[in-house]
T-cell receptor
Framework: GENVEQHPSTLSVQEGDSAVIKCTYSDSASNYFPWYKQELGKRPQLIIDIRSNVGEKKDQRIAVTLNKTAKHFSLHITETQPEDSAVYFCAASFGPNDMRFGAGTRLTVKP | DTGVSQDPRHKITKRGQNVTFRCDPISEHNRLYWYRQTLGQGPEFLTYFQNEAQLEKSRLLSDRFSAERPKGSFSTLEIQRTEQGDSAMYLC???????????????FGEGSRLTVL
């Protein structure tokens, strides 16, 4: 069925290193791909998004890349900091009103 | 705080009881979504309102679940005859008239955590 696969489920990096999280999606019609960050006990919050007419988008230390042919997109965090520690969810639009989320990646940045 | 608010934040109930959650979206947002999130998983779509109209329902929304948005502002999600498998975080989100899953940001509430004993 229609879904979003996300890898890895957990990721531990040293402060200052880069972190990469990858997602694949099944619906070739998906055209909007946001990434949400959820800190423990908090609400998911949008950190960056990309649309299907763009291959890459960057916002300071965060970047997202999209390969529509292969149906995968990735989140890149450079110069990681302890406050980047959280669960990150990728998502893809399925139809006009439906957003499907990946299972999440728990990122731990060790000082 | 002018964000999405949900009430109650936590609910513990016995199996078979009914529970109701309330969501107050950002005031100018006409789109409202309910999601369910279980431990270690991403949010799963349950239902969507545009103003007071419920336009989409997931097959996850069994007949024990009902959602309303009577005046196009706040929304309620009721679960009847709760089961242990209903234990989860129920998240509400809203978006602006030009936002939403295909176009822009969903603003989430803090969620209502349900524990069914």
């Amino acid at each position: 069925g229609e879904n979003v696969e996300q890898h890895p489920s957990t990721l531990s990096v040293q402060e200052g290193d880069s972190a990469v999280i990858k997602c694949t999606y099944s619906d070739s019609a998906s055209n909007y791909f946001p990434w949400y960050k959820q800190e423990l006990g908090k609400r998911p919050q949008l950190i960056i998004d990309i649309r299907s007419n763009v291959g890459e988008k960057k916002d300071q230390r965060i970047a997202v890349t999209l390969n529509k042919t292969a149906k995968h997109f990735s989140l890149h965090i450079t110069e990681t900091q302890p406050e980047d520690s959280a669960v990150y969810f990728c998502a893809a639009s399925f139809g006009p009103n439906d957003m499907r989320f990946g299972a999440g990646t728990r990122l731990t940045v060790k000082p | 705080d002018t964000g999405v608010s949900q009430d109650p934040r936590h609910k513990i109930t016995k199996r078979g009881q009914n529970v109701t959650f309330r969501c107050d979206p950002i005031s100018e947002h006409n789109r409202l979504y309910w999601y369910r999130q279980t431990l270690g998983q991403g949010p799963e779509f349950l239902t969507y309102f545009q103003n007071e109209a419920q336009l989409e329902k997931s097959r996850l929304l069994s007949d024990r679940f009902s959602a309303e948005r009577p005046k196009g502002s706040f929304s309620t999600l009721e679960i009847q005859r709760t089961e242990q498998g209903d234990s989860a975080m129920y998240l509400c989100a809203s978006s602006s008239p030009t936002g939403g899953p295909n176009t822009g940001e969903l603003f989430f509430g803090e969620g209502s955590r349900l524990t069914v004993l």
